[in-house]
């Protein structure tokens, strides 16, 4: 690919994501470093294809986040107080838009529990998705939740009733993004711990 058209390819690719959290309220200026970085990490290492980027709650709420992602039935919605949720692991992640890289939804994992997902994850330098992450993977690719249901084993979220730490998930139900909550050795051949490669910030 010559560099005028990788150059196209790559901004095409960035804009159709930033053009819907444009209606969602991000302004352009708060794009244009990531859209740089776009730019910069394809040259670098070919990952031209394979970005997603971040919204922090910071910016726009769980609750207006889930709300905008529509699978034909209706807006998403989540019973469960966010408030509840917490990413683990030690990664840190910035309170304003970032990207990552290497994006895989799930399919690979699908009928392995979030807990072994993980260990196997770790192996090869991956990190499994957390909430935030997930959703704006399916507010760019509703898509993925027409193939399988996703676990989210980068959050944990402490159930109201036990006090236990259980694992987030995002599921389709009637045409609909729901979510609830698993322990981490839950196992179904339908449900796939989404993944990523790294961060990259501004």
């Known amino acids: 690919m010559k560099h005028s058209e990788e150059r196209r390819f790559l901004f095409r690719a960035f804009d159709n994501q930033a053009e819907g959290l444009g209606r969602r309220g991000i302004r352009p200026m708060e794009l244009k470093s990531l859209r740089q970085k776009v730019l910069d990490m394809g040259r670098a290492d070919g990952s031209i294809n394979s970005y997603l980027i971040v919204v922090p709650f910071s910016l726009i709420p769980f609750k207006r986040q889930i709300s905008a992602i529509d699978l034909g039935g209706g807006k998403g919605y989540a019973y469960l107080d966010p408030s509840l949720i917490r990413d683990v692991g030690k990664t840190k992640f910035p309170d304003t838009l970032y990207l990552l890289t290497s994006i895989e939804d799930g399919a690979v994992t699908c009928g392995t529990s979030p807990e072994e997902a993980t260990r196997s994850l770790r192996k090869v330098k991956r990190r499994p998705m957390t909430v935030n992450h997930a959703l704006a993977m399916l507010l760019q690719w509703p898509e993925v939740l027409w193939r399988h249901n996703v676990h989210l084993s980068g959050s ?38 989404p993944s990523y490669g790294r961060v990259v910030v501004p």
């Not at 259980?166 to 339908?190: C, G, I, S």
């Open 156 to 193: 944990r979220i402490q159930d109201e009733r036990t006090g236990r730490l259980l694992v987030p998930d995002f599921y389709r139900y009637a045409a609909r993004l729901k979510m609830k909550q698993d322990p981490a050795n839950a196992t179904d051949e339908n449900w796939g711990t």
